[in-house]
Nanobody
Framework: QVRLVESGGGSVEAGGSLTLSCAAS?????MVWFRQAPGKEREGVAA???????????WYADSVKGRFTISQDKARNVLYLEINRTRPDDSAMYYC???????????????????WGQGTQVTVST
């Protein structure tokens, strides 16, 4: 099973930026960032596909489109999530997940992923 370790979380003021990292033991066909706020369901926010297409195809949840950017360093097996123009509702625990199947369909469903990291906390203050 793929091992995943997230880092880069912290506290940031609204409007600021930060970049999360996920060190993986392998780069799989579908790499995804999820987040979960207290009392809310875990939601997929960004995914990137490694299915041979160049550049790699990515998807975003509507709530983060234009503010979040998912990228990867395949040589180092590191997945990134750049978060810009942060908002208080971006506060959550952020997790990366990996799957050997293609991202579509269903990349936003947490139940399809078996490999998860421990998460990294992002707190956005006003």
């Amino acid at each position: 099973q793929v091992r995943l370790v997230e880092s880069g979380g912290g506290s940031v003021e609204a409007g600021g930026s930060l970049t999360l990292s996920c060190a993986a033991s392998a780069t799989t066909s579908c790499m995804v960032w999820f987040r979960q706020a207290p009392g809310k369901e875990r939601e997929g926010v960004a995914a990137i596909s490694n299915d041979g297409r160049f550049p790699a195809v990515s998807w975003y949840a509507d709530s983060v489109k234009g503010r979040f950017t998912i990228s990867q360093d395949k040589a180092r097996n590191v997945l990134y999530l750049e978060i810009n123009r942060t908002r208080p509702d971006d506060s959550a625990m952020y997790y990366c997940a990996a799957d050997w199947r293609l991202c579509e369909p269903g990349w936003r469903r947490p139940g399809r992923f078996d490999a998860w990291g421990q998460g990294t906390q992002v707190t956005v203050s006003t």
